[in-house]
């Protein structure tokens, strides 16, 4: 069965690196979107990209922050200069169609970053 | 303002029993609520998607109720099981933002022998 695909699993930065979290959507989603879980808190959405644009983002999703589809395949989010507020899960997802058309969403494994 | 809240915040039932867990929201225009499954450090897994027609949706041991005029849904779970212990995330999407939805609290479930 298709299935988003994360790398990597675990990514320790220290503070003020830049980081890039790659994913792999399911081959035929047109929709991809990265969310994070700050530990014990709930998700939440940072951007949903389509057509090879942002479609719509956060207020987290500041200018730190960029997303990038670089081939046919993957699709990545880049932390230009990463805060320790910045530690959490960050999810990729992708669909066939809008979320707001009732399309089915597909979360990958989650990579865990962490700032030190 | 756009909110999705969760009761109750955690529940602790014994395998082989129901349960019944809470959501309520204000998010406007209203398009679909689904309802997910997150198991400790792992994705979300959808359970069910429904809009504003449908009332009742199964799947599985998994009944989702949904009643667009009091804005409140709930998810019911039938003869638990230990692999149930997950947390489980209401998630509202609004008409007027397609690709954007928001996230309820979800509510963690323990399932014990």
């Known amino acids: 069965e298709p299935e988003v695909t994360q790398t990597p699993s675990h990514q320790v930065t220290q503070m003020g690196q830049e980081v890039i979290l790659r994913c792999v959507p399911i081959s035929n989603h047109l929709y991809f979107y990265w969310y994070r879980q700050i530990l014990g ?34 699709f990545t989010l880049k932390i ?33 970053l962490t700032v030190t | 303002k756009n909110q999705v809240e969760q009761s109750p915040q955690s529940l602790i039932i014994l395998e082989g029993k129901n349960c019944t867990l809470q959501c309520n929201y204000t998010v406007s225009p209203f398009s679909n609520l689904r309802w997910y499954k997150q198991d400790t450090g792992r994705g979300p897994v959808s359970l069910t998607i429904m809009t504003f027609s449908e009332n009742t949706k199964s799947n599985g041991r998994y009944t989702a109720t949904l009643d667009a005029d009091t804005k409140q849904s709930s998810l019911h779970i039938t003869a638990s099981q230990l692999s149930d212990s997950a947390s489980y995330i209401c998630v509202v999407s609004r008409k007027t933002s397609y690709d954007k939805v928001i996230f309820g609290p979800g509510t963690s479930l323990s399932v014990i022998p």
Not at chain 1, 56 to 68: A, G, H, P
Not at chain 1, 85 to 104: I, K, N, T
């Open chain 1, 80 to 112: 230009r200069s990463t805060k320790l507020e910045d530690s959490a899960m960050y999810f990729c997802a992708s669909s066939e169609g809008r979320l707001a058309d009732s399309y089915e969403q597909y979360f990958g494994p989650g990579t865990r």
């Open chain 1, 41 to 74: 808190q709930k998700v939440e959405f940072l951007v949903s990209f389509y057509n090879n644009e942002i479609s719509e983002k956060s207020e987290i999703f500041d200018d730190q922050f960029s997303v990038e589809r670089p081939d046919g395949s993957n």
